[in-house]
């Protein structure tokens, strides 16, 4: 190893042997000191690039790698490879991940038990569905293949994990993802006392069916009078992933092909849009002072905290209402079909099970009326 002075830095040089050419080749680094403590610091870490540059033809595991830094580098290979929305939905699977096992962890550490007790914490701590832990797991296996290429890994510890088995949520579970009259009034009541300025976005997704996304990518000129009736045009959906709030914007597609659709509004609906109108007359229907979009996240926390406080023993999130719309027109004997064109689906079968739950319920209800005949 030697050093030369540039300027006020020290640059240290060590030469090797590259192994595929078997040409002599030198690797450097740049430190701000020549003293003993900094030489030795310099040799380590020359020795260090060495082993990672010869590690590959060697056969050499190469040391020192963590999940965080698999993943920094994986991603900007698998950015490539899938679509955005896949890439995104990958990234959220993975910081998912990341909420039960330290980024920091060493991949030469990386085992099937530590693994195993992962997906149990979010199978059963978290209450994470079996589909979407496995879903998490496939995504790993593509980014542990990936450190196998680039010699982190000899082998694949998720060749012995086994997802633990959870009992599916089914049956009786159904009627726990909407709300019945009396827990969407206690609900609505609680966010106009602690959050008025939330409250008509959470009103109009009750009252539209729509997904959290269209009502919030929507303008104010997406409303339209037409035929004694006012429409609202659902044409995409808000970009907010990955994007700043003040770039957020709408999308030239839904979802899916049938969730472009025109809904007509009931007078509480058009009442809220009106209201809207005239706090900001353009842009954003559901806006911040600073005319940005409201943000999901902050609407899915004003309803955890809600739950929580109201002791609504369901799951609650923007979702929520797109299904306590389904469960009230089901109540009132609409057809299934019109339904799905209302809220944009082809087909579902969260919302038929939904609709046959609640249906099921009326004709109960219907038999214990005729008694009263």
Known sequence: MY???????????????????????????????NSKQAQNKAMRLLNEKIRNKTALAND???????????????????KQQVRRTTYLATVANIQTLLGV????????????????????????????????VSIIKSKLNLAIKFAIKQNYLKDN????????????????????????????????????????????????????????????????DDIEYINNQYVVH???????????????????????????????????AVEIYQKQLDKYESGFLFQTANGTPYQISSLNTILRNAKDKLGIAKRLSTHTFRHTHVSMLAALGVPFYVIQDRVG??????????????????KLNLNSQLEKL
Not at 15 to 30: F, G, H, L, N
Not at 345 to 361: F, P
């Open 101 to 132: 096992i330290n980024k920091d962890t060493l991949l030469s550490q990386l085992d099937s038990s530590i693994l195993s007790r992962s997906f149990d914490d979010l199978l059963f701590k978290h209450d994470l569905s079996a589909k979407y």
């Open 345 to 362: 689906h082809e087909n579902s079968k969260m919302l038929e099970q939904i609709y046959l739950h609640v249906t099921k319920e009326a």
């Open 234 to 268: 659902v044409t995409g959906t808000l970009e907010y992933k990955k994007v700043s709030v003040t770039e957020q914007h709408k999308t030239d597609t839904t979802k899916t092909a049938a969730g472009i659709r025109d809904i007509n509004l009931s007078s509480q």
């Open 157 to 220: 510890p998720l060749d012995k994990v086994e997802l633990s088995p959870k009992k599916p949520n089914h049956g009786t579970k159904i009627k726990d993802k909407f709300l019945e009259k009396d827990e969407l009034t206690k609900l609505f009541d609680y966010i106009q006392k602690k959050h008025p300025n939330y409250a008509p976005i959470f009103q109009w997704l009750y009252l539209t069916g729509m997904r959290a996304g269209e009502a919030l990518a929507l303008d104010m």
């Open 60 to 78: 050499n595991i190469i040391e020192g790698k963590t999940l965080a830094n698999l993943f920094d580098e994986w991603f900007l290979i698998y």
């Open 3 to 33: 050093f030369q002075k540039r300027n006020d830095v020290y640059r240290y040089y060590e030469r090797y042997i590259d192994p595929y050419t078997q040409k002599r080749k030198t690797v450097s680094i740049t430190l701000s000191s």
